[in-house]
């Protein structure tokens, strides 16, 4: 399942699981907000997941981050 989805999603779902806001995940990774929730919704629906907070659960379970 580690492969389902794409570096700057797993790069993203790992930002926000450390605490980082989305800003700071914008400017980490040098692409504006919206491409952050961009790849936030691209991972949940990979991961069958309804939001964020579901989408980091599953990569806790799993141990994709």
Known sequence: ???VYKRQER???RLYAHGS???EIAAL???SKGS???YVNRACRKLHAADRKEALAICARYDLL
Do not use: G, Q, W
């Open 36 to 38: 952050v929730f961009t």
């Open 21 to 23: 806001s989305t800003d």
């Open 1 to 3: 399942a580690s492969d």
């Open 11 to 13: 790069d993203v779902l």
């Open 29 to 31: 990774l040098n692409v």
